[in-house]
């Protein structure tokens, strides 16, 4: 580099005003500034949220879907991928236009999957052939569209039907092939033998591996345990109660078949617990106790006949409702409707409560079963004591209109409801932010909403507003005051969060009215000194 021979002497001149080590003062201390300031204060945590107590409106309202010889879904076997994944999408669109908030899916009709399992081969409803892989998950497909929807998924399991028909041929890994001496032929159909601990185990293995890996609502059993009696067939489970007594067991065959059924129940009852404790456990038994109860009543009577004692699975809390099948109207005297609903209302507590199954496939069949029968049930249910809904058979008639008893149901579930919540469970209420008339929503459980649930005072009182979907992360609301409450796994409903959006036109008043009256064209008229006197030029 050159230097110019005229700044060197200013350089030279300048740096000699410096004594040795000496730094040009730092502009801090010119100005007489500490160097070791305080840091600044933390700033203020947000106000916690205010909470108020909410009651989103309740009834289950449960549809039956049926896979089981393609009844409800998929229409036929082989039905292409795309064609299958559009009829299932189209029945929870179809349900939740209804006014259903829960679908009771058929997941395992005959030891077979309705979803993806190395336990179980793919149900033959899928493709016509068990085993054969569709290409598609429906569980899966069926809870993401369910839960967009604000729907439960109840997943229905058939625990011992091996085969609705016995010729039908079955997968190489079908419990009936590798547990071949413990599987029973009983009329047209393959049974697994109850009596047997390796049956139950793999059951509960099944049923284990659902709760685990799907974000499933409940588990469901229907009346199938032991099968319902057909002529003169005789179910042949000699070699398992020989096993039994064998061991020194003492129980009558019929006692040591409810025995069978009970600790089924029960095991299901605690990996439910175990597993998903938000989630539900509920059977739907034959509509009957047993005759004679209540007075006048006739029928099979299920303790001996399919020896199943659905009081004995209430009683020692082992399932959180209870769905009878009540599929007689109130006209037939020896089955009345209102009479076996009253005498089941009354075994039950509403921590725990009935659920009514109806039959939607008679709509029409006869002049006992008009659309106005189906109103008196859907009244009667309503109005018992410990009644929290109804679960209806099943999807077909209802969605396509059957004598109208789909329009019907539109009707009684105009109003939008939940069904009731698994007892003892708490939740998280959202967390809310509040920008003018904009609320940002988040969760810090994602994965278990449901819904969000919408509330606005009005006379003084927080009522029920609407039921938004589960993704729903922005609001605009309108002046006034608001909660918000999270709805979850389980029907579980969290405390609301009071907020208050005000009026933007009120707040422009009291900012005016704070600082006084504005005249954007200049100063007061009030009068000065020279008041009057014309401006100098």
Known sequence: MIRSPLLWPVLVASCALLRPNQLPPHPAAEVGLAQNTEPPPPPEPPPEPELVDVAVPREFRGLWVATVSNLDWPSRKGLPAEEAIAELTALVEGASQHGFNALVFQVRPEGDALYASELEPWSRFLTGQQGGDPGF?????????????????????????????????????????????????????LWMDPGVEEVQAHTLAVIDDVLTRYDIDGVHLDDYFYPYPNGRSTFSDQASFDA?????????????????????????????????????????????????????????????????????????????????????????EAQRYDKLLTWWDAQVELERPLLVGLDASKAGSS?????????????????????????????????????????????????????????GRTAAPPELALDGDTVTLTHP???????????????????????????????????GVWAISALLRGAIESPGVRLTVDDPAEQTEQATDASGPSDASGPSDAKSPDAGQPDTP
């Not at 078949?257 to 938000?278: A, F, G, H, Y």
């Not at 009957?288 to 209540?294: F, L, T, V």
């Not at 059957?402 to 939940?418: F, H, N, R, S, T």
């Open 137 to 189: 998950d429906p569980l899966e497909i069926l809870i993401q569209e369910a839960h967009a929807r604000g729907l439960e998924v109840h997943a229905w399991f058939n625990p011992y039907r091996a085969s609705a028909n016995r010729k039908a041929p079955v997968a190489d890994n079908h419990m009936s092939r590798w547990a071949q001496e413990h599987t029973r032929t009983y009329a047209h159909l």
């Open 244 to 332: 039994y007594r064998q061991t020194g067991g003492a129980l009558s065959r019929s006692a040591w078949r409810r025995q069978n059924v009970d600790t089924l129940v029960e095991k299901i009852s605690s990996l439910v617990t175990e597993r998903c404790p938000d989630c539900k456990m509920g059977i739907s038994p034959f509509g009957i106790y047993r005759p004679g109860q209540p007075a006048g009543i006739r029928g099979l009577d299920q303790v001996e006949a399919l020896h199943a004692d659905p009081l004995v699975w209430y009683r020692q809390g082992w399932v959180h409702y209870l769905a009878p099948q009540l599929y007689w109207s109130t006209h037939r």
């Open 367 to 423: 002049s006992e079963w008009a659309t106005s029968e189906f109103r008196t049930q859907v009244e009667l249910s309503r109005a018992a004591g410990h009644t929290a809904g109804q679960i209806w058979f099943r999807a077909e008639f209802v969605l396509r209109n059957q004598a109208g008893v789909g329009d019907l149901i539109k009707e009684l579930y105009a109003a939008p409801a939940v069904g009731m919540p698994t007892p």
């Open 445 to 479: 459980d994602p994965e278990a909403l449901r819904s969000i649930v919408l509330y606005r005072e009005r006379d003084g009182a927080l009522a029920f507003e609407s039921l938004l979907p589960a993704d729903t992360d922005t609001l605009n609301l309108e002046p």
